[in-house]
């Protein structure tokens, strides 16, 4: 297909899951008839509702997607202004939800072997004009919430978790997402559970939902006038019929997520030089990302082997390379902690290898030839995708 000839990528990163399109048809048919395409109708409700019932929370509010939600969530706890601490090692959005809601990034160093903020680091930049903390779980593994609440308790701290890849993410044999004074979940089409676009904010209090379903549709509320501006933030029919979907399949997606991860262990775990992230015991993972870290002892540099995947037709990653205080939008903002030096390794070492269910086991035999072999040639070529 002509896509596929324009970005020149055989094995990509990742390759959205999506349903059938026969199974798709009948909910647009009930659409188009009834005319209702937004504005919280029937197929936001009845996903809505159904994510209430899977993730087992009281309070899901859809969005359009997860930058919007973090900025409704941060604006419906009640914050106004002042230092936020959060994860340098992160997508961008992370620390643009920030400043678009007012606040002030301040970067903290990470947990080498966890990828997640460091709570000694946290304790560390909290000061005077901290209003809350803002940590990721990084690639879906979730952080050490106990610490992060007792941190966040103990300074009078909001916390709000950027849990934007955590669809399916379970610890202490519940979602993550019910962590925190509010979790943001994304649904965009790169991440495990997607509606084209879309995400959730879930949180513990029904006042700060309330609050969050007004401040996605302009600050209108029903019974007074707007008292605060809001945003268009709204997730529309089309995606939460297909999220409806979604929901029968997510599973099936992580369970061969599950398989992947767990190839790319036996193989790799062994290979001087080559660190796998480790399974932290007691969760549930979603296998979003497949991150190694390339040290010392491995016969290529980081880029090196990051352009032999490219160059080969392997669209692996360095995410997140390089980290959000290094982009010129953020050189001014405050790093308490002078050199972020696990953040900064971890992000010169890093290499994400495709991992989703349409990923081939010949086509993962060959990433993994690619590593382990580091100076061969391919011994089989990148079929096209699946
Ligand atoms: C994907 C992602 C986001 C942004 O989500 P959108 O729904 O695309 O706005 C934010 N933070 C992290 C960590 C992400 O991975």
Redesign the pocket.
């Known amino acids: 297909m002509s896509h596929r000839l324009r970005f020149n990528v055989s094995i990509p990163l990742s390759r959205p899951d999506l349903p059938p399109l026969d199974a798709l048809v009948p909910m647009l048919e009930d659409i188009w008839e009834s005319g209702v395409l937004s504005n919280g109708g029937p197929y936001h409700q009845r996903f809505e509702q159904a994510l209430r019932e899977q993730l087992q929370v009281e309070h899901v509010n859809l969005?359009a997607?997860?930058?919007?939600?973090?900025i409704a969530a941060l604006k419906a706890l009640g914050l106004q202004g002042g230092e936020v601490v959060t994860t340098p090692y992160?997508?961008v959005?992370?620390a643009n939800?920030l400043r678009w809601a007012g606040l002030t990034p301040v970067f903290a160093d990470i947990d080498p072997h966890t990828l997640n903020l460091d709570p000694a680091a946290v304790r560390a930049a909290i000061g005077p004009r901290t209003v809350a903390l803002l940590p990721?779980h990084?690639y879906g593994n979730p952080c050490n919430h106990g610490s992060m609440a007792d941190l966040a308790g103990q300074h009078g701290l909001k916390l709000v978790y950027?849990a934007?890849?955590c669809f399916g993410v379970r610890a202490g044999g519940r979602s993550v997402l019910a962590q925190g004074d509010a979790s943001?979940v994304?649904?965009?089409a790169?991440?495990v559970f997607n509606t084209f676009?879309?995400?959730a904010v879930v949180c513990a209090d029904a006042r700060v939902s309330e609050r969050l379903a007004r401040l996605r549709n302009h600050g209108l509320d029903p019974r007074t006038a707007v008292e605060e501006p809001g945003l268009n933030a709204k997730m529309s029919e089309f995606n939460a019929a297909l999220g409806l979907l979604q929901l029968e399949r997510v599973a099936q997606a992580i369970e061969c997520r599950r398989e992947i991860d767990r190839r790319y262990r036996q193989a790799l775990g062994g290979v001087s030089g080559v660190e796998c992230l480790a399974l932290p015991a007691g969760v549930e993972l979603n296998h979003a990302y497949f991150p190694i870290f390339v040290g010392a002892g491995y016969p290529l540099g980081r880029d090196a082997l990051y352009q032999r995947l490219q160059d080969h037709g392997v669209d692996a990653r360095r995410y997140f390379h390089p980290l959000v205080c290094e982009l010129p939008a953020y050189w001014r903002a405050p790093v308490r902690q002078d050199e972020l030096p696990a953040a900064r390794r971890r992000a010169a070492e890093v290499v994400c290898l495709p991992i989703h269910p349409a990923l081939t086991q010949a086509q993962q035999a060959f990433v993994i030839d690619l590593i382990v072999r580091p100076h061969a040639a391919p011994a089989v070529r990148a079929g096209a995708p699946a």
Do not use: Q, R, Y
């Open positions: 969005f997607n997860a930058t919007l939600g973090l992160t997508f959005a992370t939800a990721v990084t950027d934007a890849p943001v994304s649904f965009h790169t991440k676009e879309g995400a």
